[in-house]
């Protein structure tokens, strides 16, 4: 898997690893554990891919600038649909924006894949 996100873009900086077993946020997932009392439900997060544009972004950012990002792209995998604010409403892009960090992509519609497509960090 970690030759296939690095063909996909979402190698860099440990991403692919943390977030390639992913699936649709808030689904109960098959990995339910029975117990007498409690049913706990294994949360999952979406797999980022990079456009190519950003990942040409990518590249010219800093050290600092992809710390100051990563996070970001975290609360994107948790979840897509919630994080950011459709542009249009006939438009699947969605832009996320907090804290000097723009990041603009498109989640699948079980929200299992997000293509970023744009990335800026002020």
């Given amino acids: 898997m970690d030759a296939e996100a690095a063909r996909s873009g979402a190698a860099w900086r440990g991403v692919a690893r943390r977030r390639r077993f992913a699936a649709r946020p808030g689904a109960a997932?098959?990995?339910?554990h029975r117990h007498p009392d409690v049913l706990e439900v294994e949360m999952r997060r979406a797999v980022i891919t990079f456009h190519?544009?950003?990942e040409r972004q990518l590249a010219e950012m800093d050290e600092a600038a992809l710390t100051r990002l990563d996070p970001h792209?975290?609360?994107?995998?948790e979840d897509p649909a919630g994080a950011g604010v459709q542009l249009r409403p006939d438009s699947p892009v969605r832009e996320y924006a907090k804290d000097g960090v723009r990041v603009a992509y498109v989640a699948t519609v079980l929200g299992t894949i997000v293509l970023v497509a744009y990335v800026e960090v002020g």
């Fill in 29 to 32: 997932l098959a990995s339910m």
């Fill in 52 to 54: 190519e544009v950003a």
């Fill in 73 to 77: 792209l975290g609360v994107i995998a």
